[in-house]
């Protein structure tokens, strides 16, 4: 299995910030690099596909880059709803998942 | 509009058996690999399970193999797993995703299914 480190476990932040969230994978996995959004009682939410490529319907404030094995998902301007806990998913091999990364309001 | 939507979660003792059902609309079930995909209280998610398009391709994590058993009914677009000799460590919201046709990720997921394994 391939190991995925997020960093940081949590993170407070305001409104309007920009955010970095960074994911480390323990072999290289190229661009086979999700990221997934999930809020309380719901299902996760593809955010980012291979590693950079946006989903549809996702705004533009999110973005994702890195190859190999260092990825980071930015936000660029804080919005109320993007407070959640975010997940990097590597599909290199049999899938796997980061520990997630809680966005919490300061 | 794509919806996955899994049934048949609940109580069950160690020992025990389960089947999910995860019900298929709104896109060609028929055309994509589908996936299960765990999330125990309070904990991060961890794959389950994978089954290609045509189910002749099955993938399981290691310790679920020889007790769970993925299908698929491509005729009713349902997706299904068997879980046998259920342990407390299986206790979790379980989830149906669509794996994308390039992409190999998980782009739509269905809204969950609690399964607790207890005494």
């Known amino acids: 299995d391939i190991q995925m480190t997020q960093s940081p476990s949590s993170l407070s932040a305001s409104v309007g910030d920009r955010v970095t969230i960074t994911c480390r994978a323990g072999?290289?996995?190229?661009?086979?690099l999700n990221w997934y959004q999930q809020k309380p009682g719901k299902a996760p939410k593809l955010l980012i596909y291979?590693?950079?490529s946006l989903q549809s319907g996702v705004p533009s404030r999110f973005s994702g880059s890195g190859s190999g094995t260092d990825f980071t998902l930015t936000i660029s301007s804080l919005q109320p709803e993007d407070f959640a806990i975010y997940y990097c998913?590597?599909?290199?091999?049999?899938?796997?998942f980061g520990q997630g990364t809680k966005l919490e309001i300061k | 509009e794509v919806q996955l939507v899994e049934s048949g979660g609940g109580l069950e003792q160690p020992g025990g058996s389960l089947r999910l059902s995860c019900a298929a609309s709104?896109?060609?079930?028929?055309?994509?690999?589908m996936n299960w995909v765990r999330q125990a209280p309070g904990k991060g998610l961890e794959w389950v399970s994978y089954?290609?398009?045509?189910?002749?391709?099955?993938y399981y994590k290691d310790s679920v193999k020889g007790r769970f058993t993925i299908s698929r009914d491509n005729a009713k677009n349902s997706l299904y797993l068997q879980m046998n000799s259920l342990r407390a460590e299986d206790t979790a919201v379980y989830y149906c995703?669509?794996?994308?046709?390039?992409?190999?990720?998980?782009?739509?997921w269905g809204q969950g299914t609690l399964v607790t394994v207890s005494s």
């Open positions: 995703a669509r794996e994308n046709a390039s992409g190999k990720n998980f782009d739509y």
């Open positions: 709104g896109f060609t079930f028929s055309s994509y690999e």
């Open positions: 089954i290609s398009s045509s189910g002749s391709t099955i």
């Open positions: 072999q290289s996995v190229s661009t086979y």
């Open positions: 291979a590693a950079s």
């Open positions: 998913q590597q599909s290199y091999s049999f899938p796997s």
